[in-house]
Structures are given as C-alpha cells and as structure tokens.
C-alpha cells in the first residue's frame, strides 16, 4: 500500500532562506532555494501525483539565490523550476521557461529523461524552442533527512592497512542467486549478507562504488537500444541514482543508501565514491536542456572565450563545469559534505579530477578547488583519490596532486602489465612501481599510500580478458567496434577466447595469479576491479559502459577454476594484512639491522646467483629479480608506539618465457625460507616447503615465488 503524498493546497509563500540551497524540509513545510545570477524570476513547479502542476513564484532574491518557503510542503512532493531571463545562445545564456529544470540540490530523483525533442533547443533564428519539457524529464523530491544510525561509526582504516575494491551497485549483486531477486542490482542487494560476506572473506577493506549520483542515459545510447551502464553522466550531485533503488524514488532511494552503508559499516568495509564533478549530463550546444544549462549556463559551464555558444570541454563529454566560480565550488563542497555528513561516506575518488584544477586553461594543482578541500574540517579528514588526467592539453598529472590526496598510478598499470608480457626493458620501472612509486611522489614528501595500484579497472578489459585477447571486441556496443583502446598488445597465450588448449589456459591462470600477486604485495594501496577474484570475462569487450546486462554483470555460478582462483586471492590478501612489511607507511630508505656481524639493508635486488644487482645490471634487459624485505628493518612505530618488527620475504620474480634457477642468499639473509606460495602451482594451499640458504630454486617460465622466514627481533 503506498502511502497518501502530500500535495500543495495553495498555502501562502512565504520569503524563507536563501541558505541551504535545495529543498529543505522542517516539520512544518519545505524551503526552496535556488542560485541564478541570470534569472529575471523563477518559478517553482509542484507536481501532484496526478500529473497536474501548480507554480508558485519564488518571491525573494538575495545574493542571486532565489527562495521561498511553502507551509505544509513536506517528503515526497516532486517538483521542478522555470527559469525566466535572456535567452541569447552567442551570449552564453540559454533561459527558457518552458523547460523544465531540475534543482541541482535536490536531495532524490523520480523519472528520467526520456531524450524527447522538447528536452533540446531546436529554435530558429535564435529563438528558443517552445515546446515544454514537462513530462519528459526527471523531479525533484523533497526528502526527509531523519535516519535511524544507531551506533553507526566509519571503519577510518588506515591508507596502509586498506585494500579497495572498485564495483558496480548493479553489476555486483544483479545475478547472485542467495540475493532475493527482488534486491539484485540495488543498494539493498549489495547490502544484502550474501555480497557483505564474500568482500569480508575476500579481505577487502573498502568498497568503491562507481557512480551512483543521479545520472542520465544518453539519447544516442537510448537510440541503439543501450543504456549508460557505467553512470559517468551525472545531473544530480545530491540525489542517490534512482535507478538503483528497490523500494521506491520519492525519496526512498536516499533511506536505502543510507541503510546500504550502515550495513557495510557493520561489516567493517568503507564505503568510497567515484564522483563526476568535472562535467554534467548536459553535454555541448546540442545537448538537453535539463537543469544547469537552463537555470544559469554562463556561471555553471565554461565557455569557449569569445564564442559564448560553444563549450569549452577538456571532459570529452561536451562540457566542463566552470571551476572558478564561486557558486560551483559550493556546489561541490557543498555536495561532498552531504555525502560525508547525511549519507556517511569515506571518501571519494574524483573522476578526470585534473579537470577539478583548471581555473583556467591550465592544470595548477594549487587551484581554488583544492584549497578549499584543503582547509575544510569535514572533507580533508575523508579518504580523497584522483584520477590525475582529463584529455586536455598537459592533463596528465600523475604525481602532481597535493599531499592529502592519493592517486589511480596508471604508470603502475602499464609497468606491471609490460613487464608480465614480457617487454623489454622494463624491469627498472617495475621495481619503481612495486616499491610504492617514490620517483612519482616522494619530491613532494607524499608517502606510498599516495599511490593507488591497479591493474585493472572498469575501464578497459577485466583481468581474465586482459591475459586472454589479443584485440577488442566491442561489437555490442553498437560502434562498429571503433571504440575503446585500440589494441591489447600481445600475451603470448594462444588463441583468443575460448579455446581449449590445456597449456594455453594453464599460462592465462597463471598470469592473472602473477598480476593479482604483484598486485597485492606492491607498497601503495591495492585496487581490485570487481569479479577479477573470480575470473571474470566480458568476452573481450574493453569499453562496456554501455552494456548493462550479462556482459558487464558478475556471473556468480562458479566453476572450479573460478573457486580456486578464490581462493588464492583471499590468501595474498591475509599475508599482506598479516604482514606489515607488505604494507609499509614509508618508503624503503635504506636502514640497515646488523645480525652475524653483517647489515641487512630494509629492501635488496637480488640477481638469480645471488648477488646483488648493480647499476650495469638494471641497464641489461634483465626478465628476472629477486626483491629481498627485511622485515626486521620496518623501523616504524605501531599506534602504541611500539618498533614493529615482521618476518622478512624473498619474493622471486621471472616474467621470461622459460624456467629460471634461483640461488637463495647466504645465511645472513635467513637460515631458511619456507613457501608461501608458487604461482605456477595450482593447488589451493601452499605446500610449504622449506629451502636452506644458498641452495637452489626453480622458478618456472613466467612465474613468481614468494618465500618467508621469522623475524630476528621479534623476541627482542
């Protein structure tokens, strides 16, 4: 039974506040604020649940922020705005009261946009096109705050101690067979127990959810018969996606997201966003007309200088929101809060977030936005991660962000894949990168946590793909296959897909152990794309954003394969938290511990007889290493502050196409070194064996092993 909505009985409007901006419920009845420097009037639209509309004039404007307050308005009412002011495109000012416009602050989302021709400006002779919106666009609802948390509190799990993992709400949950099916693919599915205990088991420690801020289908999408999948389409930056709601979108989405990250909070993950503030929904001049565009284009977008009706876009969306306005940062700041302090979030990654830095045309990372992220009480205390490029000129920014931050490495992805393939010449930039990237943000006193380490990510092939084909096969996607990365340079392993080649599939298994085993033992912070625990394939579609069906959606019906794979992955994940040498805080410094009368450096490149690496032989085509961690070298204080000591690891390394002989060092090194795991194997459990110093070791063809022995100083 759904329960009456409140309905507006023309109750008079009073001036309320200008401040907050949105719909702001009391107890008593709603303010509406709404910013626009253009606006000659504005309108505000409440829609009944009959369809029928009744407009109220906002009758006051302070500091161009439009506002009134309506007694007896309460949670549930839908409403939009008309926009009354110029309309002069090669002036950068697009009002038409007969669209429709959505508040940007809107707290819930009901509908969306079905790409009808009244959405777009089809005017002629500068005219703007009269034909109205309502109908075929997406409301506001005005929402109550009021949620029960009970003792709700965030994990706050130290960078050093966390191990992310980048989902999708519907791909992760849509066919899991112990989720109701009513749940699947929602907030309340992968709050759901079955989703919690798998990424619990795993050894996850946070959850990065790709976008869920309210976002649109593209028309051309809704055209083929698609839909925005990946959700980097955002018009609503306060509103959870209605599209993932099981329990309604008149404000229910906004309940069942706080519900979802209550009960992962429960089960100790962090909850991170990926967050798209640099450009919205709206796309270029031929795009709809939604909301921003309508309510104030000139302040809200950038502009092309000189040619007002065109955008300037470092995006490659069409548009980029004008960073150097006062009102959009507030919009920014203003959203990211919320998300901290109503939805209880942990942090966020900032999708293109070199876009973030443009005050102008240049990147400058000490640009406005991050000031205020800097000096912010709420914001500067969550976890903040970049993507550090956007598609304009000088975008790439790996490195170049402020301490607080950490980083996608995408330099980690390109290093470690090359080196596994097999590439020349690139054993020297794979140690930089599995020792937490020092070259990249030591200069600016940053630490590894400033590196977060991928090998895969929902953009590009999954891991299982990625060792699999040797081209893209994007054909569902409706391009021709003209889309994606161009090209997946070679493995090595045989024949596309699906074959059955024993070796050939026994070489794929053992290269995803080896990048997910590099992966997690690298310093910085791990990423797993979600399903690559599993095997998971999207056929060879590289750029599946737009494919929300069994193409992007996780299989969860598991072969044995897919378990044992399982299950290698949740061991390197509890020997890494185990293991605070795994996982340091600092970066290697060259500290020394003495034992026998000899000093052992906290990090050694070993050749396979032994020795030391030298500086001619980093300059070699070199496919094998040995790395040596002295755990008993951490020399980094617990939160007690007490020495941590460790035990210490050899991990043997051989990208090469053959077996490669290790000798293990001298005793001062370890008397013995026992198996932790060998990537060539493929039993589920270690066999543990032990290996006397100097003796030695073979390593097979494109394989890693990693060895232990107990601390020194554990003791001491």
């Known amino acids: 039974m759904t ?36 606006a000659e009037r504005v309108e505000l639209v409440l829609v009944g649940d009959d369809g029928t509309h009744s407009t109220v004039r906002l009758p006051e404007v302070d500091g161009f922020v439009w506002h009134g307050y309506l007694p007896g308005v309460g949670p549930g009412q839908r409403y939009g705005y008309r926009v009354h002011g110029p309309f002069d495109p090669s002036g950068g000012h697009l009002c038409n009261p007969a669209k429709l416009l959505l508040d940007p602050y809107t707290r819930a989302v009901d509908g969306m946009a079905d790409n009808h021709a009244s959405l777009f400006e089809r005017g002629k002779g500068g005219r703007p096109d009269r034909g109205d919106s309502a109908g075929h666009t997406m409301l506001g609802v005005v929402t109550d705050p009021s949620f029960d948390w009970g003792e709700d509190r965030p994990p706050r799990r130290p960078y050093a101690d966390t191990v992310v993992y980048e989902a999708h709400v519907r791909g992760l949950s849509r066919t899991h067979p112990d989720v109701p099916e009513e749940l699947r693919g929602t907030y309340a599915g992968l709050a759901h127990p079955a989703i919690t205990e798998h990424l619990t088991s795993l050894g996850v420690t946070a959850v990065e959810l790709m976008p869920v801020h309210q976002f649109v289908h593209d028309g051309v999408l809704l055209d083929r018969g698609l839909r925005n999948y990946w959700g980097y389409n955002t018009i609503g930056f306060f509103a959870p996606h209605n599209g993932y709601a099981a329990h309604g979108t008149r404000g229910e989405q906004v309940t069942e997201f706080k519900s979802m990250v209550k009960a992962l909070h429960a089960a100790g993950l962090e909850v991170i966003l990926d967050v798209v503030y640099n450009h919205t929904a709206e796309g270029n001049e031929m795009g709809p007309t939604l909301s921003f565009r309508g309510i104030d284009n000139a302040s809200y977008y950038r502009l092309v200088d000189g040619d007002w009706g065109h955008y300037y876009d470092t995006t490659g969306t069409g548009n980029s929101l004008l960073m150097r306005h006062p009102y959009v940062l507030q919009l920014i700041m203003d959203s990211l809060r919320y998300w901290v302090t109503e939805m209880h979030v942990d942090g966020f990654r900032f999708d293109l977030a070199a876009t973030l830095a443009r005050q102008f045309h240049e990147v400058d990372r000490l640009s406005a936005f991050f000031d205020l992220i800097q000096q912010d009480p709420v914001i500067s205390r969550v976890k903040l991660i ?41 054993l020297g930039e794979f140690a930089s990168r599995l020792t937490g990237s020092s070259d990249l943000y030591q200069h600016s006193r940053r630490r590894p946590r400033a590196s977060v380490n991928f090998v895969t990510a929902h953009d590009g092939f999954t891991l299982r793909d990625l060792v699999s084909y040797n081209d893209k096969h994007n054909e569902a996607n409706g391009e021709d296959n003209r889309d994606g990365e161009s090209h ?3 493995w090595n392993c045989g024949a596309e897909g699906g074959t ?80 605070p040498v795994l996982r340091r805080r600092r970066y290697f410094r060259g500290d020394t511990v003495t034992h026998a009368g000899q000093p052992l450096p906290d990090l050694v490149w070993l050749l396979p007889d032994a020795g030391e690496m030298t500086e001619e032989d980093w300059e070699c085509d070199r496919r094998t290493v040995g790395v040596f961690l002295n755990g008993d070298a951490i020399a980094e204080p617990d939160a007690c502050g007490r020495p941590v000591v460790d035990d210490s690891f050899l991990l043997l390394i051989n990208s090469h196409w053959e077996p490669v002989d290790f000798r293990l060092p001298e005793a001062a090194y370890g008397e013995r070194w026992t198996t932790v795991f060998d990537t060539t194997e493929t039993q589920d459990a270690p066999d ?13 063809e494109r394989g890693m092993v990693v060895l232990s022995r107990p601390s020194r100083r554990a003791g001491g």
């Open 688 to 700: 543990e064996t032990e290996h006397k110093a100097g003796t030695a070791l073979t390593v097979g």
């Open 488 to 490: 997946n340079r070679s």
């Open 386 to 426: 970049a993507e550090p490029w956007d598609v304009g000129e000088g975008g790439y920014q790996v490195g170049n962000f402020p301490p607080l931050w950490s980083e996608w490495n995408g330099m980690y992805r390109d290093a470690v894949r090359d080196f596994w393939r097999g590439e020349e010449h690139t």
């Open 500 to 579: 059955t080649d024993p070796a050939v599939l026994e070489l794929r298994r053992r290269q995803q152990r080896n990048l997910l085993a590099t992966l997690l033992l690298s310093q910085g912070i791990p990423m797993l794309c979600h399903g690559d625990e599993l095997g998971r394939t999207q056929g060879g579609n590289n750029n599946a954003y737009c494919q929300d069906n069994e193409i992007s959606w996780i299989d969860w019906r598991l072969t044995g394969e897919q378990r044992a794979l399982l299950g290698f992955v949740k061991r390197v994940i509890a020997l890494r938290a185990a293991h």
């Open 3 to 38: 329960a009456e909505r409140p309905q507006f009985k023309g109750a008079p409007v009073w001036g309320g506040h200008p401040y907050p901006l949105g719909a702001t419920y009391d107890g008593q009845g709603t303010n509406f604020a709404l910013f626009s420097e253009v």
